[in-house]
């Protein structure tokens, strides 16, 4: 179900009932101790894929109402042949032509911007905080191989409450093309940690196709889908003629107070402002260091959660760094960067008790899917 509110177009999924189950015929028969853990196993993925979302939404070279298994199968078959494996990440970088020459087919293309994840519902016994662990990621047409946009390990768990249900992105990795013949797939598999792994549910398990068609202008959408747990909401930016930005930053006077939370944002600013649906005042969470001591590495560097932002040609890239105290903004920094096609952008953060080196790589993106064995270059 879809409609446009505000000039954002809001596309809504529910559960499909009685979609495909395992297919299990060619498994080997396990040894007896474990046959009864495996049966136990494929019983709770087989029901858990018939009360999840799957793939919904409009024509395309995807099949309507695939179960995950059914697409993995078929993402098998058609690319492991020259993208690996149906779990292996991208190794396409960014920065990939920032200071080589582009190669044919690298211009400034329409993404994909992934500005939050939302746990805006939990249902049956399940209730807030929860503790989750999992992955999010993105499938482009690049290589249609995973790109992460969040991970976290049970070990590493995020808790999500009613004051904070966003999940922390940690990407994309690069960012993430839309081609009008293909949709990016969102892949989603979390779970919720239980006080035993055998306690563990899942909150979320599915994969959808998100299909932008072909725009003038940048815009928002939101997809909301609904499983048997949970209701997750994708706040996605569709950015027009757009380049690759990888933000990094770097302490290189002073030091930041222990006492000090820092937030780093983005905001992507488009070239004609103004526009109903526009992403201009979308927020980017490059890092929050919450009641935690920010994470600088011994060159200086502060690990960002996430680095990549797409931004139009034409626009710019501003960049924050919010300094709280007890609740409370004590202090606010911001640097324009014009969009460019390649090269380097710099700028410097005073703020008064420590300097911070701001640097953005330029690049131009590529539709060319090289092989795994070309290393992504």
Not at 78 to 89: A, E, K, L, Q
Not at 94 to 111: I, Y
Not at 273 to 288: A, M, Q, R, S, T
Not at 350 to 367: A, P
Request: proline content about 4%.
């Amino acid at each position: 179900m879809s409609g446009c509110k505000g000039g954002v177009e809001v596309v809504v999924g529910s559960r499909r009932d009685g979609a495909g189950k395992v297919d299990s015929s060619n498994t080997k028969d396990p040894v007896p101790k474990a046959r009864n853990l495996l049966a136990s196993f494929e019983k709770d993925r087989e029901e858990q894929e018939e009360s999840e979302l799957i793939i919904t939404g409009r024509q395309g070279s995807y099949q309507a109402g695939l179960t995950v298994s059914q697409y993995r199968r078929q993402w098998e078959s058609r690319f492991s042949g020259m993208f690996g494996s149906f779990v292996d990440t991208t190794i396409i970088p960014p920065k990939r032509f920032t200071e080589k020459a582009p190669q044919l087919g690298a211009f400034p293309l329409s993404t994909l911007q992934f500005f939050s994840v939302k746990l805006c519902e939990t249902r049956g016994d399940l209730k807030l905080p929860v503790d989750v662990f999992g992955m999010v990621a993105a499938r482009d047409s690049i290589d249609h191989n995973r790109n992460i946009i969040f991970h976290r390990s049970r070990e590493d768990c995020q808790t999500l409450s009613q004051e904070d249900p966003y999940l922390v992105l940690a990407g994309p990795t690069r960012a993430v093309m839309v081609a009008l013949s293909d949709p990016v797939i969102i892949e989603v598999e979390l779970s919720v940690k239980g006080t035993t792994e055998s306690e563990d549910k899942y909150l979320s398990f599915l994969v959808a196709p998100v299909f932008c068609g072909n725009k003038l202008y940048s815009c928002l959408h939101k997809y909301s889908y609904t499983s048997k747990l949970s209701t997750l909401e994708f706040k996605l930016g569709h950015i027009v003629c757009s380049v690759e930005a990888t933000i990094s930053i770097s302490l290189i006077d002073g030091s930041w107070p222990s006492s000090y939370r820092g937030i780093f944002t983005a905001f992507a600013v488009g070239c004609r402002p103004g526009l109903p649906g526009n992403v201009d005042d979308e927020k980017i969470v490059l890092f929050d260091s919450g009641g935690k001591k920010l994470p600088v590495t011994s060159d200086g560097g502060i690990n960002l959660s996430r680095r990549v932002v797409s931004v139009q040609i034409g626009g710019k890239l501003q960049v924050y760094v919010d300094v709280m105290a007890r609740g409370k903004n004590v202090k606010r920094k911001m640097r324009d960067f014009k969009s460019s096609e390649d090269g380097e952008s710099n700028d410097i953060f005073n703020m008064g008790f420590c300097k911070m080196q701001v640097t953005v790589n330029w690049s131009l993106i590529s539709y060319y899917s090289a092989p795994r064995e070309a290393g992504g270059k």
